[in-house]
């Protein structure tokens, strides 16, 4: 699925309910581009050095990438793109993307999530074929609650990219392949958790599968870019205060993900996100499209 044809396709269609033609379909997706335009222009990024949520963690901005803070990250999540409302820390953006860009590639979310010291002995023992087929039977069930609540099915096809456990700096990255039951194009969902004395920090980057190379070509310098400040780091547990998760590094990719995190919202952020802009466009500028079409 192409940005550009999708949102030429949804411009299109909307005007066909209410009556207009091609040549209006024009003018709105015009219309739109400069709705886009002064969106884009009215994020202020950051580059360099960047605290996360105060003392919890340090960002340094990798090279090619900027940050957007935590409250305009909210904005974008949830207003622009139709998520549920979460305690975004912030995001990434590839130096030329921009939200709601026709040339959007993907975008990174920086979460946090204190559930305790996660312990790692598990790691070197995974198999991660089994754990996949673990995944899958799990996703059955929440395909039904999906389906219930109104949302369509998603199919996991499995690793996009295998688990990978970095045990000396506590960082774990892997990446799932989704199909959407409505998408033509297969979703990217790849997760980087950074393991810390109290919980993990999550970086979530979305988008859609062809993106993987970029990301892949990225990785390192993305996983570096974050650790935890002193007084939160892996190293600093403990045992005789601090609270240890019920699950391991295992749990971590597998049952507290889909459980918890879950197909509900992290991965169904991207695929429709357009969908929404535009419908909320449409919503906006409906007296002021009508009074440009009419002549007034």
Request: charged share 25%; glycine share 8%; net charge negative.
């Amino acid at each position: 699925m192409k940005k550009s044809t999708t949102l030429l396709t949804i411009l299109c269609f909307w005007l066909v309910q209410l009556g207009y033609g091609q040549e209006d379909s024009l003018q709105l997706e015009a219309l739109y581009q400069q709705y886009a335009d002064s969106i884009n222009q009215s994020f202020q990024f950051q580059h360099g050095e960047v605290s996360l949520q105060g003392d919890l963690a340090l960002l340094k901005v990798p090279k090619g990438y900027k940050y957007l803070d935590a409250e305009q990250s909210k904005y974008v999540m949830a207003d622009l793109w139709g998520n549920p409302p979460s305690e975004c820390l912030g995001m990434l953006f590839p130096e030329e993307t921009y939200p709601l860009s026709d040339h959007f590639t993907y975008a990174i979310e920086i979460t946090y999530s204190e559930d305790g010291y996660i312990e790692d002995e598990d790691a070197q023992e995974l198999d991660y074929d089994e754990l996949m087929e673990e995944m899958k039977s799990q996703s059955v069930a929440i395909n039904e609650a999906r389906i219930e609540q109104g949302y369509g099915a998603i199919e996991l096809v499995g690793w996009a990219s295998s688990p990978f456990y970095d045990s000396k700096n506590k960082k774990l990255h892997w990446a799932k392949e989704l199909k959407f039951e409505s998408d033509s194009a297969n979703t990217l969902n790849y997760n980087i958790r950074i393991l810390g004395r109290k919980g993990y920090l999550n970086l979530n980057v979305i988008g859609e599968m062809d993106v993987l190379p970029m990301v892949k070509q990225d990785i390192d310098p993305v996983l570096a870019s974050v650790d935890f400040k002193e007084g939160y780091r892996y190293s600093e547990f403990n045992p005789d205060i601090d609270q240890v998760a019920a699950y391991g590094v295992g749990g971590l990719i597998a049952g507290k993900v889909l459980s918890k995190v879950g197909f509900l919202a992290v991965l169904a952020k991207f695929w429709k996100f357009i969908a929404i802009a535009a419908v909320g466009l449409i919503s906006a500028l409906r007296k002021k499209i009508a009074g440009i079409f009419s002549g007034n």
